[in-house]
């Protein structure tokens, strides 16, 4: 199992931004989701990397295949859909990995080291932790709401639109607000705010591995540049 360092992390989701706003050629787009999605198996979340690869190769096949075929309003609406969801998988894939393989701890000394001010690091923090923690609220939720018949199965929320608005999508925004406050005096508490120089238990490092699977991610980007001039 290897881990890549969070700033080479940070790295490979500005790279999967970029693939989004200057509109990369397919196969650029295709090559680069593939190398965004090796890190997951070197970490050992083969099924992530698995579940995430066949959803966009899926949409590719949707894209390639399916799509000449149509015609008319099924058309616009499966182009739309799909060809949206296939330009968003590499940022969504590149930022699965970086934030569900990244420790608050990381995060904190690889900012600190590339000079962060603490003013961004707290904040980002706070986010950091608050999607977790919503999730678990979300899944005590649905637990709840199954316990009593009400909403259970997995397409429920879609059969029942109305009953997940009051009872599953109304509470979790009730207690974002407060999962917000909580996680930012919990940190607060821990000196996180204080001025002066802070220290960090966890010890990072770049490695080669990471400057190498940098330049091996930015090649197809720099090819397709290439060609574009």
Known sequence: MFQLHPLTKLYLLLLSNLLLFLRVDIKTEMVMTLLFLLPFLG???????????????GCILVDLFLLPHLEGYAAVWVSMIVVSLRMMLPCIIAGAYAFSTTTIGEFVCAMRKIKVPESVIIPCMVIIRFFPTIREDYRQIRNALAYRGIASGKGALLLHPIQSLEYILMPLLMNGNNVAQD???SSLTKGIGLTGKHTCMTEISMKKLDVCYMLVTLLPFLIFAGGKV
């Open 43 to 57: 970490y050992g979340k083969v099924k992530n990397a698995l579940r995430l690869a066949g959803f966009y190769y």
């Open 183 to 185: 996680l930012s005096i």
